[in-house]
């Protein structure tokens, strides 16, 4: 009961956030910035179910971003397939890949998994960057556009680009957030959450842990590779970067940083490092610089990330 | 006819034998104990019949069926559940969280059917729900269902585990050290919850330091010493048995030392 | 065969770097169980800060020595600032923190320095030498002779200096390394300044051979690591084995597969050993606990 209430209020705050910010933009310069961050919160989500509920790291999820980015320029060009269903086609390839791959990943822990997905990340980069003749190599590739919008504009609804990616970005972000809610009250949520409190323990319970792991595993791959279709429709390009290991870097520190068992946390840690570039635009060399700085000091001080820190705050004031 | 039946079996780590030979039977309704000095391999025993190690030698074998090697979540579905020495408890889940888990096999369903929310996952966690207040009354921990886990106190903790294990309706459990650190209010309620289960047609396998709780609720006794069995039977025969009272005197000054020190 | 023997001697050459980073994370992990990802940092510092001495018109010897000293510096820094306020965190936190680092020096460095390639001149010429029809730098042997100068002397330190075998004691057992009156604080800060160091020195050891910019380093920890997991996480003798084989197999896929995907090798060995020998070469046995 405590926890349906949560996940309706978790829903409703982040539904008024996306419906009302747009008024207070002072340009349409912005509804890119928000499309932005609500992608990049779809692939912190899901990460919060891989490292928050089941308490595995990854630090390749890029890869799998790289996959769907490139399923969406590559697809529509060489199989003739609309770019939305080669979104889908992208994650249908990230989660068999993530099965592949996560099966036997799955069974090492700590150190060794960060480093076995980390070389998948960079696997998946090194190839995207290498292969000139399919995807253009370092310099990336254009994406043909869905052509959503002028059906809308057929319809008589005349949005701009930035608001229409707006408007996607964030009922996507809604449907991912309210997925990750749902299985986080669920059986599998609970098995999940359980097997990182104590492999041993979950598996006396029941609990395949190897299953569990690999479910856990590719439902973020495929969170991953949805979050990198979209980032690469809405620009109409795509670089290798996409699928870097910086990129993998920034994910896991966007769900550190807002709270990794928190699916309004994850949004909060997307938003918070996505902006921070725009803010420090006329200090763009000093983006590394943040960025590591911000992973050192969060995972110091606020261990738990912003949004359980305040939250426990709070309740103490209470008290 | 006996539920669990232990044959011969041993392990060994980096050449050294923890568990050497070691047999057994466990009928339904009985309560088994396990006992022996600190290091005698009782809890490596544990682990070996929960599947939890690999048993070097010797085989398990639940219900007639060789279970030898099986792994613990295999275990779990045909009816064998246990608790920890060294609670194993999930500490950042709620206490009704952890009960919850303890359903795992009865509310699990498809993937999808979590993610979507349907009905029918709706059903089986209700269910599971509702079956998880009824342990945590048991076990008078319904006041504390939505605390986290970790913030309870050690007692709590053992009760709530049990608990959990009890959520998967075993026909046997295997309780480790179920009163270790329990105040005598608490061993006492231990002993009946014990003695509710065994009469109840659950199969009880316990490894107990306290020994007024073991000789006056178990129908059999297992004596181990240096990972090997060096004696069985009812509680009035083991006690008598001078190899047990060897082995316990031996290492009883030692515990005495160790706890002046 | 003189092809075999060239790209032989290129991958001694790598991996006698690939042994030193190795080398530095075993020190670490030893002293405080943590993987340091930011290892590799500590090689490009030592580059990049000799470069700019010795532009700046410091003699080159000095200008190593200086970065060696302020790498090392640089090194118990982020044990004070980073790793000891975080201790008993979860692998995944420190994971984060050492990455973070990581990424902090290098956009330090950038800042402080800049983004392009550098080189210093090579400390004994650029003519090779020929040796049974193929040829090898001069500055290859300094790479080699420096590392196994390095491990030799590590050797002689940890068998034959009370502080070396304090810094083993405390890897063996911590809290009776304590008991025995041993600062394990001390030993962290050590070894973190010492595992820097080495870094640093072979970061001026192979620049002349391989340049260096600010972003060299995560793809030097990330073979480190390679290496290290190759020879047997926490074993010197594994860290320097693991880091030459892993030097000559990335050579040999470079000469007879693709130069393009030799990068690829240090992850197919890391899973290749992960699979069919976790322990690597000479790695300890651990058994877990319940």
Request: glycine content about 12%; proline content about 4%; aromatic content about 8%.
């Amino acid at each position: 009961m405590m926890a349906g209430r949560g996940k309706w209020i978790s829903l409703a705050v982040l539904a008024l956030l996306i419906g009302l910010l747009p008024l207070v933009f002072p340009s349409g310069y912005y509804f890119r910035v928000g499309a932005l961050i609500f992608v990049n919160a779809l692939s912190v989500i899901g990460l919060v179910i891989l490292i928050g509920y089941a308490g595995q790291i990854s630090l390749g999820h890029a890869g799998f971003a790289g996959i769907g980015a490139y399923a969406c320029a590559l697809a529509p060009e060489h199989l003739g397939l609309h770019p939305l269903l080669s979104l889908v086609l992208g994650a249908g390839i990230s989660a068999a890949m993530a099965a592949l791959i996560g099966k036997p990943i799955l069974r090492l822990k700590g150190y060794y998994l960060a480093v076995a997905t980390l070389g998948f990340g960079i696997l998946v980069s090194m190839i995207l960057t290498n292969e000139r003749a399919l995807t253009g190599g370092p310099d990336g590739m254009n994406v043909a556009d869905p052509g959503l919008r002028s059906l809308l504009r057929d319809m008589g609804w005349r949005l701009s680009g930035g608001e229409f990616w707006y408007g996607i970005s964030g009922l996507v972000l809604l449907v991912g957030a309210w997925l990750a809610l749902n299985l986080f009250d669920s059986p599998s949520g609970r098995a999940m959450r359980a097997l990182h409190g104590s492999e041993v323990a979950a598996a006396t319970v029941g609990v395949d842990v190897a299953r569990q792991k690999l479910r856990a595993f590719v439902i973020s791959a495929v969170y991953a590779s949805v979050a990198g279709s979209l980032l690469a429709l809405q620009n109409g390009y795509i670089t290798p970067d996409v699928a870097g290991f910086l990129h993998s870097v920034e994910m896991v520190t966007m769900a550190v940083l807002g709270g990794v068992g928190s699916v309004l946390g994850a949004t909060l840690g997307a938003a918070i490092l996505t902006l921070l570039p725009q803010v420090l635009t006329v200090f763009a060399e000093y983006e590394q610089l943040v960025l590591g700085l911000v992973m050192v000091l969060v995972m110091i001080f606020l261990p738990q990330g912003l949004l359980p820190s305040i939250a426990r705050r709070l309740k103490g004031r209470d008290a | 006819m006996s539920l669990l039946q232990v044959s011969g079996l041993g392990i060994s780590f980096g050449g050294v034998k923890a568990v050497e030979d070691v047999s057994f039977a466990v009928a339904p309704g009985e309560i088994v104990s396990v006992i022996g000095p600190n290091g005698a391999g009782k809890t490596t025993l544990f682990n070996m019949i929960s599947g939890i190690y690999l048993p070097g030698r010797g085989s398990v074998s639940l219900d007639g069926t060789d279970v030898t090697g099986v792994p613990p979540h295999r275990l779990a579905e045909m009816g064998l559940s246990r608790t920890f020495q060294n609670l194993q408890i999930f500490q950042e889940m709620t206490v009704l969280d952890n009960v919850l888990a303890g359903y795992h096999l009865s509310e699990r369903g498809s993937v999808w059917a979590d993610l979507l929310s349907l009905p029918g996952m709706r059903r089986r966690a209700a269910r599971a729900r509702a079956g998880a207040h009824q342990l945590l009354k048991r076990v008078r921990l319904d006041d504390k269902a939505d605390q986290i886990a970790g913030n309870l106190s050690y007692g709590a903790l053992k009760r709530l585990e049990i608990a959990r294990a009890l959520a998967l309706e075993p026909r046997i459990l295997l309780l480790d050290e179920p009163a270790a650190g329990c105040n005598a209010v608490e061993t006492e309620e231990i002993d009946h919850l014990i003695a509710e289960l065994s009469a109840s047609g659950i199969a009880i396998l316990l490894v107990e330091h306290d020994m007024k709780l073991v000789m006056r609720i178990s129908n059999h006794i297992v004596v181990l010493d240096h990972g090997e069995k060096i004696a069985e039977g009812e509680p009035s025969t083991v006690s008598r048995d001078p190899a047990v009272i060897a082995a316990y005197l031996g290492t009883q000054e030692e515990e005495q030392a160790d706890a002046d020190g | 065969m003189d092809a075999l023997l060239q790209f032989l001697f290129s991958g001694l050459t790598v991996g006698a770097v690939y042994a030193l980073v190795a080398l530095g994370f075993t020190i670490i992990y030893n002293a405080s169980d943590v993987v340091n990802f930011a290892q590799g940092e500590f090689v490009m510092l030592g580059g990049m800060i000799t470069v700019f001495a010795f532009d700046a018109g410091v003699p080159l010897p000095l200008a190593a020595v200086v970065a060696i000293l302020v790498t090392a510096a640089i090194g118990v820094a982020l044990n004070k600032l980073a790793i000891e306020p975080a201790r008993g965190a979860p692998v995944v936190s420190l994971i984060i923190i050492t990455i973070g680092a990581s990424i902090l020096i290098r956009g330090a460095t950038q800042l402080v320095f800049d983004k392009q390639l550098h080189r210093f001149p090579a400390f004994s010429g650029d003519d090779p030498i020929r040796v049974l029809g193929a040829t090898i730098l001069p500055q290859s042997l300094w790479v080699i002779g420096g590392a196994l100068a390095v491990f030799v002397g590590l050797w002689v330190f940890f068998t034959r200096t009370l502080t070396g075998k304090a810094v083993l004691a405390t890897a063996n057992n911590r809290i009776a390394a304590q008991l025995v009156g041993i600062n394990t604080g001390w030993i962290m800060t050590l070894s973190f300044g010492l595992s820097a160091a080495i870094g640093a020195f072979a970061g001026v050891l192979v620049t002349p051979i391989t340049l260096v910019s600010y972003d060299v380093g995560v793809a030097l920890a990330l073979k480190g690591f390679a290496a290290a997991m190759l020879g047997g996480m926490g074993n010197p003798k594994g860290a320097l084995v693991g880091g030459l084989l892993l030097g000559c197999l990335e050579a040999m896929t470079a000469g007879y597969v693709s130069s393009q995907y030799k990068e690829a090798v240090a992850f197919i060995v890391i899973l290749a050993v992960l699979f069919v020998m976790p322990r690597g070469l000479f790695g300890a046995k651990t058994t877990e606990r319940v």
